[in-house]
């Protein structure tokens, strides 16, 4: 999402991204989505080196060695050629760098170092580097599944490295620690880290689990139908949030809450968080009017045709969180 959009407060996920959290919509694309997801639902490819962080020679040693791999960031792009392009440590190109932060140990044992740079031109100075800077949603689906995750960690920190070199509690100048994971502010001591904002995303079902509860979003201006999302406030748990969002959506009551599973959503540090959930009392259903301008109850059969294409209610992209959870329902 923008960074300029206000914090969001909740809606059903989106057409196109299974996930429009507020401001976000049309932003994420159904390959975007489905790359999030390669990126690592069965756990994580990406060694990240945690032993190496507190190492405070780490981001030293390993730009002195050829061998590095260096993943360069410019305002949440990435450089492209027939794939993802790491720079070799040394290289003229890092010379601008602003940021240097670890992203991890590549399976040879060499590392791989994230740069953040000022993106005020898009060539090397002399022209010899002329990569295609891509954002999530170009880089995504062209990459190598493995280098999807390194992305995803690669923008979701840089975003931090470049907005948050200042201490929120006393505006001093922080500098980082960790090799790039932590700040420590040297006014007022305090340590600071890359935060990550939690969302839940729920398919609700009827008392005798044959039917699906779905929202349309204002947002979207069509057919599109999904599971309802919202970001945990301060002070909830993801049970309290997922009870709040769907009362206020959708006028329901659950039980039964079951986690799913998880995605990243850098735009710019969100983690959708899937659960299943039975309805208290169907009947209450209905759209806030607001946010959510419609709800229906989708029967099996319903969201088979939909799953397939045909009828008149569109899903959310595949592979998306939302998409994951309304499939993993409709199988069971
Ligand atoms: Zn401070």
Request: glycine residues 10%.
């Amino acid at each position: 999402m923008p960074e300029n959009v206000p914090e969001p407060t909740s809606t059903a996920a989106g057409p196109l991204d299974g996930v429009a959290l507020e401001g976000t919509a049309g932003e994420i694309t159904v390959a975007e989505g489905a790359a999030l997801d390669r990126a690592a639902p069965e756990g994580a490819a990406l060694d990240r080196a945690a032993e190496w962080r507190d190492d405070p020679d780490t981001i030293t040693r390993l730009r002195a060695d050829p061998g590095t791999g260096v993943l360069v960031v410019r305002e949440r792009r990435v450089p492209l050629g027939d794939g993802l392009i790491l720079v070799p440590a040394g290289d003229p190109v890092l010379e601008r760098t602003r940021e240097w932060a670890l992203l991890g140990r590549r399976p040879d044992g060499t590392g791989l170092l994230l740069a953040l740079q000022d993106p005020e031109d898009d060539t090397d100075a002399d022209g010899s580097w002329a990569p295609r800077w891509a954002d999530l949603r170009e880089a995504l689906p062209v990459v190598a599944a493995a280098d999807a995750e390194i992305i995803v960690a690669a923008i979701a920190l840089a975003g931090w490295l470049r907005d948050a070199g200042y201490c929120p509690a006393c505006g001093h100048a922080a500098p980082l620690r960790q090799s790039g994971w932590s700040r420590h502010c040297e006014s007022c001591n305090r340590e600071h880290f890359p935060r990550t904002d939690p969302a839940v995303i729920v398919a609700v079902q009827s008392s005798d689990g044959e039917r699906l509860l779905l929202g349309a979003n204002a947002q979207w201006k069509g057919r599109f139908y999904s599971c309802f999302a919202g970001f945990v406030e301060a002070g909830e748990s993801l049970e309290t949030t997922v009870h709040r969002e769907l009362f206020e959506e959708a006028g329901v009551r659950v039980r039964d809450l079951a986690y799913f599973s998880s995605q990243p959503w850098p735009f710019p540090r969100s983690l959708m968080v899937g659960f299943h959930a039975t309805v208290v009392d169907e009947d209450a259903a209905h759209g806030d009017g607001e946010e959510i301008v419609d709800v229906r109850w989708l029967t099996r059969t319903e969201i088979g045709s939909a799953l397939a294409g045909d009828g008149p209610v569109g899903l959310p992209g595949a592979a998306s969180i939302a998409h994951r959870l309304i499939v993993d329902w409709y199988r069971r």
